[in-house]
């Protein structure tokens, strides 16, 4: 009885410890994110990324994102990828056009872990917009408005960040609802 009684406090204990895992993360597609896993590594449990992840494995990017880092990644959700113009995924996608797919996706890319807060202080600290260089060369300008923080690309298209945050053991992911393009 008292062995049946320490094996489900144990049981329990590990259980509440996963849950508060979880906990310190929002959750990304229905899917909890750690911040002991990496950026694929999450990702790829995400029901919302699921276009995401097999363009960065179409890219060859994967090796990357797994890495130390820190990055991080304005992950655009399968909406986002939807709302282009038709074909444009599938063209993305081919292997001739893995040059452009991977120019896309760096183009949400930054070199740093830079989570929302302190983007909102550059943002601030620039006077209400905050250019941030990314690992693709584009440059996005980010502003913030009453809390929410937005992300305008070279084109002028505007993305906002619907779930921030998401901790990474290499970097963070900011959850976008648009696809970030380059100036082509």
Not at 59 to 88: D, Q, R
């Amino acid at each position: 009885m008292i062995k049946s009684l320490l094996r489900g406090f144990a049981l329990a204990t590990v259980l509440s410890a996963v849950a508060f895992a979880a906990a310190k993360n929002p959750m990304v597609g229905g899917a909890a994110m750690f911040d002991s896993k990496n950026i694929i590594e999450n990702a790829t449990n995400s029901k919302d990324h699921t276009t995401l992840v097999a363009a960065v494995k179409a890219a060859g990017l994967v090796g990357t994102l797994e890495g130390k880092g820190p990055f991080t990644v304005f992950a655009p959700t399968n909406e986002a990828f939807a709302a282009l113009p038709k074909g444009t995924v599938e063209t993305l996608l081919k292997p001739e056009n893995k040059a452009t797919l991977t120019k896309v996706l760096t183009c949400h890319v930054v070199a740093a872990d830079a989570m929302a807060e302190t983007v909102a202080k550059m943002i601030k600290a620039d006077g209400g917009e905050h250019d941030i260089k990314t690992v693709g060369g584009c440059v996005i300008k980010a502003r913030e408005n009453m809390g929410k923080i937005t992300l305008t690309d070279e084109n002028g298209d505007v993305a906002h960040v619907t779930i921030a945050d998401v901790k990474q053991s290499n970097g963070v992911i900011h959850v976008v609802d648009k696809v970030l393009l380059p100036k082509m």
